[in-house]
């Protein structure tokens, strides 16, 4: 795609589907959170409680705390109070929304130049699905980018990805993928409205440290 064409879509106007993020799906009954340094927090805590101190079998953590989470172990911290940026999930997919302006400044500037050229209000959506892995750790993929309700084409979108890679070293090369380790007999899946935790009591139980 040549870099006109690629400013055409970035300058477009919002769609109407873009301006309702935040207000729900009301025919999935997917609800929109936000990114939080509060709900590090909270993620954290619920994290630790059912895969470190077993305290609990199991726990669903809304899509808003888990996404902070997850920022939270790539080092893009911290999170402002009055960012724009949200979340919705279902059993399929994770969707993050929001601004152009919303972004941490170092990921803004792998836009380059066309960064001065662009809209900050632009809105950019995500989906970041789960992808099968071994025991002991959960992969997420990014799937798609959409600017202003257009997907990016995966020319464009593997370029700015691998120089995303390089910037969050915690991703693959790709820039695509964030590997997250879990206890061998954990698990992890996308829930309507969050993420489920919970211990598989028929895997094997995982080692006990030499004393």
């Not at 077993?54 to 009055?82: E, F, K, N, Q, T």
């Not at 989906?127 to 099968?132: D, K, R, T």
């Amino acid at each position: 795609m040549k870099p006109l064409v690629l400013l055409v879509l970035l300058l477009m106007p919002v769609p109407v589907l873009a301006q309702t993020v935040g207000t729900g799906d009301p025919a999935a009954g997917i609800l929109w959170d936000r990114l939080s340094m509060a709900g590090i927090v909270r993620a954290n805590g619920k994290v630790d409680s059912v895969f470190i101190d077993r305290r609990a079998p199991a726990h669903v953590i809304g899509g808003g705390d888990w996404v902070s989470y997850l920022c939270a172990r790539l080092g893009a911290l911290p999170i402002p109070d009055s960012i724009g940026i949200r979340v919705a999930v279902d059993s399929q997919r994770i969707l993050v929304d929001g601004r152009m302006v919303d972004l941490p400044p170092e990921t803004r500037n792998l836009f380059g130049p066309l960064l001065m050229l662009v809209d900050p209000t632009t809105v950019l959506r995500a989906e970041v699905v789960m992808a099968p892995t071994g025991p002991g750790v959960v992969r997420f993929v990014l799937a798609t980018i959409s600017v202003n309700g257009i997907p990016i084409p995966e020319s464009v979108l593997g370029m700015f990805l691998m120089r995303l890679g390089q910037r969050y070293p915690v991703l693959t090369k790709t820039g695509r993928e964030l590997l997250v380790a879990v206890p061998q007999d954990g698990k992890v899946n996308l829930v309507n409205n969050g993420v489920r935790l919970w211990i598989d009591e028929n895997a094997p139980k995982p080692a006990s440290p030499p004393r």
